[in-house]
Structures are given as C-alpha cells and as structure tokens.
C-alpha cells in the first residue's frame, strides 16, 4: 500500500473556522473515482452551520484525476492518497491523519444537511461518546425514498441488542469521540458490513444518542453504491465476516447466534436483491428484525 499525503492549509475558499466551542471536529471521506459526487459532499461539509475544524479525504485508488481535481478546487483539504484499501481502511487511515477529538464521517457519494453538525454536537456534549441522525436515502436504482433508522424512529442508550437486529445508523450520520473508536480498533472489517460491525463494536461498551427523525443526512443510492447488491454472495460473506468477529471480540452468545440464524435463512433464500434495503424488507417481512 502507498500512501501521500498533501495538506495545503487554510485558505479563502470555505474556511473552517471559527470553531464555536472546544471540541475539534474532524471530517474523514473515503473515495474512489467519484469526482462530481465528492465535490457535492465536500460542499456540503463547508456549509455546515458549526463548521468542521478539518476535513480529511482519502482518494482510495481513483483513477479519474480525483486528488489533484480537489486539491485544486479544495486546497484547504488534506488530502491522502492510497491504492486501493477499501471503505473501512481508508476510513481508518484518514482517522489516522486526523487530529480532531470528534470523529465525523461522510462517503463520498452522500452529503449533509447544514445542520448536520450542530445536531449531533449537543449529544456528545451531553456525555454520550456515539451520536448519530436520521439520513434520507434518496433510491435511483428502484425509485422512491426511505429513512434510517426505519420511518425516521432510532434507540437512545444501550443499543446493542438493537443492532444485532439490524443495521439502524450509517457513518454519513454518526458521530463519534475518537477516544471510543481507538478503543474498539476502528473499521475492522471491510466491503460490506465494514459500517455495522464498528457499531456493534462501540454498542458493547457505550451508549448512543439519537439526535431523532429530521434528517440529518441525504443518502443517493445508486448504481455504483456499496449497498448495491450483484450478487447474493456479497451478503452471505458479510454476515459471515460479522459471525466471525462477535467470536473473535467475545460477544455474548446470544449475538453470535444471531448471526448464525441469519446465515441459515440465507441459505434457504433465493429472492433476488438488488439492493441492502431490499433485503431488509424480505427480512422484515419474515419478522427478523
């Protein structure tokens, strides 16, 4: 893996600063060739009511002129190039470069609502070391919009329990201190289920806020996303990789049976998924979560 790092400062176009408390906040996008969609995220970081101290993107192997497109428009970013790591190692290598307390992410082709930071500021003020939001997922792939969590309706505090259930929260509206997310070692899966199993991790050990309905993020599925879905393959491996790490971080019994139940009804299921939500609803729809 190679990796460069560029930072170029604070300059006149969409400063970071002032900051309106103590806290240091820290934005990490992860990228790879998405030139116009990160532009809108970066914009929408810039735009933020409490601005971010900085914002730190990963291009995670692009090829189509992604780190010198933004270093040119956006030269207050730091910028760290990589070869191809994946989501969650590119998000643990920009958590690396960064040097806020707080921990923000946004995926590349995602983008928050001005108030983004201001609505999950308050929550970690409060004591909570994992804040997240709603985020509206706008679906250009089967058409139509929905929440996360489900109708915009999320668990405050200890939330573990909840998670094994489903997935409720997305890192484009979470925050987190950096403090928690060292504890439990970062991203420590990748590709698919890279996001679920760090909040599972955080959940055994600290309570969630829940900053409630009104999005906090707008969320585009489309063609290219992760959640979009190839091949029944790419969920049977996740929910394997999530077996296999409640083992290895010793999660109660009940939470690995969770996942070897979801592991059985994927072997009996033969629907076609085209997406994540997809899936979701064909396990709603039989109770499971």
């Excluded at 790591?85 to 307390?101: H, K, M, S």
């Excluded at 199993?197 to 050990?205: E, K, P, S, T, V």
Aim: proline share 5%.
């Amino acid at each position: 893996m190679s990796a460069k790092v560029t930072d170029a400062g604070q300059s006149d176009a969409g400063p970071l600063s002032p900051r309106q408390d103590s806290m240091r906040i820290s934005c990490v996008i992860p990228t790879r060739d998405r030139i116009q969609m990160v532009q809108r995220a970066i914009a929408s970081v810039l735009a933020q009511e409490r601005p971010c101290d900085e914002i730190v993107v990963v291009d995670d192997g692009s090829v189509d002129g992604t780190a010198d497109r933004l270093a040119a428009r956006f030269p207050q970013l730091r910028l760290l190039r990589l070869s191809g790591v994946g989501p969650g190692q590119a998000r643990n290598a920009g958590v690396g470069l960064a040097t806020g307390e707080v921990l923000m992410f946004l995926d590349s082709d995602d983008e928050w609502t001005p108030d983004h930071v201001q609505r999950l500021l308050p929550l970690l003020n409060g004591g909570y070391a994992v804040a997240y939001g709603t985020a509206r997922t706008l679906d250009l792939v089967s058409g139509g919009e929905f929440l996360i969590p489900d109708r915009g309706v999320g668990p405050t505090g200890a939330c573990f329990d909840a998670l094994l259930r489903w997935c409720f929260l997305v890192p484009s509206a979470m925050a987190v201190r950096r403090a928690a997310f060292d504890r439990v070692g970062g991203f420590v899966l990748n590709d698919l289920g890279e996001d679920w199993g760090l909040f599972l991790q955080l959940a055994q050990h600290y309570p969630f806020g829940f900053a409630g309905p009104e999005p906090i993020t707008v969320r585009y599925l489309h063609e290219g996303s992760q959640c979009r879905l190839h091949n029944r393959q790419t969920i049977f491996a996740a929910v394997s990789a999530l077996h296999q790490l409640g083992w290895e971080a010793g999660w109660h019994s009940a939470a690995t049976a969770r996942f070897s139940e979801l592991l059985s009804w994927l072997n009996q299921k033969d629907d076609p998924w085209t997406t994540v939500h997809e899936w979701y609803l064909s396990m709603k729809r039989e109770n499971l979560v």
